[in-house]
Structures are given as C-alpha cells and as structure tokens.
C-alpha cells in the first residue's frame, strides 16, 4: 500500500500534468557547455527568468560554464531527428525518473533546427524544457507545456503552467 | 528470552528495516520500466494529409532487426524494415529508418511518447530522407508520423496526438486509399 502511495506518477487537473515529482529543494542553478554558452546563453537566461519571475515558489540560478550544475544544457548536432530538444530528470543514484525526488537535469538541444530556429521558437523549446525539469508534463491545450500546436506561439509560462508549478512548490 | 524468540525479533526488524528503505527510495516510480526523456518535436501535423506532404516515402512494413548507436551520449536505434507495400514514393524491397532511443545495456531508453519499435511488428511508416547523406530515414514527427498496423486495422503508436487518434481503428487499406488519393 505504501509504495503504492509513494509512487503514484501522476497527478493531472483540467490544464496541468505534473509526473508526481520534484526537486529536493526550491533553489536550483543550471550550467552549460561552452557551446551552448556560445549558442543559446540568452535565450537559456531569459526562459530561466520567464519561470523566475511567475509565482511559482522556485528559482533557477545561472552557474555558468559547467558541466556540475543540477540542471546542465549541452547542445549537439544531432542530425534530422525531427526533434529540438530532450529532457531527462534523475533520482540521487543517476537513475533516469520522474515521480521521484529529482537531484539532476538533463536537457539536450539539437543544433540541427535550433541554431537557425527563430527566436520565439527557442525561447518556447528552452522554456519548456526547464518546465519538465520542474516536474510538468505535456498538457494540452495551448500552453507553453503544450506539446500538440503551440509550436512557437507561446514563449514563457502562461497560467496553467504557473498553476502547475504552484501545485508542486507552492506560491512565493 | 530464548534464542528462537530473539530470532524472530531480528528477522523482522531486519525485514521492516528493508520495506521502508525500500519504500522511501528515491526514484522508486511505478511503471518505469523504460528510461524516458522528454522530447519537443519540430513539427505538430494536423492530418494525414500534412504527413503525406512531409514525406518522400510512405510504406507498410516489418521490423526485421535493429542496431543501437551512441552519438553523444544519446542511444539512436537503425531498424531495417522489410518493406510490403510502398503506398507512396519509389519502390524499394528494404529500408533502414532510424529512431531516437534504443537499448542501452539492460535498460531502454525512449521518448515518453515514442517507444521503440518491435521486431516483427508491422508498421505504417511516414519516412523522410536524412537529408544529410547518411543511408537512413526518420519517421516524420516521431510518434506522429508512425501507425501500428494489427489484423488489418490502424492503432496509434501515439494517441495523445489527434493526428494519431483520427486514424484508430481504421481499416489498413482505407488509410492506403486516403494517402493516394492525395497524390
């Protein structure tokens, strides 16, 4: 019964979907590679403040150059995959998870599309994908987690993220 | 207190012990038997039509084998496909269409909403070219671009996806008919 409790993944209302985890704290820095530094450093700053700057009681630091920050962007050329970008969140043994207690991120950005993507696109991918190192899944309909026809339209959290955020961390 | 009963006293502090570190372990989500990663694909098609434009072959096939390669850290698996029927584009008798993720040691790793293909399945496959030189082909907006295809009728490989949900349980041969009559 109990790890049933404790594992339970998901919890959704009518606009959110969270995976029924979280970070270990509230205050958490990125870092990057020098590529991506390079590459994506405003736009990475930007939707980082894009979820600073909401309600949601939780706040991303920039860490610079690194690759040991809990949250690490890296960007690759990898070929037409038809994907920007991927996100991966892991427990304290490294182990790729989502309900769970998160301790590290992963987010890697495709060189292929994003370096010639246009702005609103880039700030949509990197803000998005700071929202599943949070904790949020896909919802639809249109929103920034949205992943079925938002498609560069929104570039920063709109209400139903920040309720979703707040469902998890709370309100500032 | 005799032996046997300490016995039993530690046996099942022992055991408790064990149920709740086991319980209280991080990352002990259920139902995570793949490793999966969240993924922002490019393109969002609406209909059928939209993947018919998108791509330069569209075929019935069998999975037949496959082969993971590393490229930065990040599984991609190049399945070979023995191809059925071609419902649009050149006649070929093979082709390999590569996908993000694959088996890494004992564990997969997978898109959330893209899991891997399975060998002897069969699959109707929106294929776009690499584009880069590479012998390879993608399937058009991952998941969306992809249909199981079982006793002749059409289930989505994604049906959070209303392109992948407006084709479920269509007849196999009436999704062939909507693409040509495209052309």
């Known amino acids: 019964m109990l790890l049933c409790l404790l594992s339970a993944p998901l919890v959704a209302s009518a606009h959110y979907v969270t995976f029924g985890g979280k970070w270990y704290t509230n205050n958490v820095y990125f870092t990057y590679t020098q590529s991506t530094s390079d590459n994506y450093l405003s736009v990475v700053r930007d939707s980082a403040q894009s979820w600073n700057s909401t309600s949601v009681n939780f706040l991303f630091y920039d860490g610079g150059v690194s690759n040991a920050g809990p949250i690490w962007l890296l960007d690759q050329s990898y070929g037409a995959t038809g994907w920007s970008a991927i996100t991966e969140n892991f427990n304290s043994f490294g182990t790729t998870c989502w309900a769970c207690t998160y301790y590290k991120s992963k987010i890697q950005i495709n060189d292929t599309y994003m370096l010639t993507a246009t702005g609103p696109w880039k700030h949509y991918v990197i803000a998005h994908e700071l929202g599943h190192t949070l904790g949020l899944d896909h919802a639809n309909p249109s929103h920034l987690m949205s992943n079925d026809g938002t498609a560069g339209t929104v570039t920063a959290p709109m209400q139903h993220d920040i309720d979703g955020g707040t469902s998890i961390y709370g309100t500032k | ?183």
């Open chain 2, 1 to 183: 207190m005799g032996k046997f009963a300490k016995g039993w006293i530690t046996l099942a502090l022992v055991g408790l012990v064990g149920v709740v570190a086991v319980s209280f372990r991080p990352g002990s989500g259920a139902a995570e038997s793949a490793d999966t990663f969240h993924v922002v694909w490019n393109d969002s098609f609406a209909d059928v039509a939209g993947l018919t434009r998108a791509a330069d072959l569209v075929i019935i096939g069998t999975v037949q084998t496959s082969t993971v390669e590393m490229v930065h850290d990040l599984p991609f698996t190049n399945y070979v496909i023995k191809v059925d029927r071609v419902i649009s584009g050149a006649s070929v008798d093979e082709v390999t269409v590569r996908e993000t993720g694959g088996v890494v040691g004992n564990r997969v790793r997978q898109a959330d909403d893209d899991p891997m293909m399975q060998s002897g399945a069969r699959e109707v496959l929106f294929l776009r070219k690499s584009g880069d030189g590479n012998p390879w082909y993608w399937v058009v907006g991952g998941p969306q671009g992809r249909f199981h295809s079982m006793g002749g009728r059409i289930q989505p490989v994604d049906p959070t996806r209303s392109v992948q949900r407006a084709q479920a349980g269509v007849d196999e041969q009436a999704l062939v008919d909507q693409v040509r009559s495209l052309h």
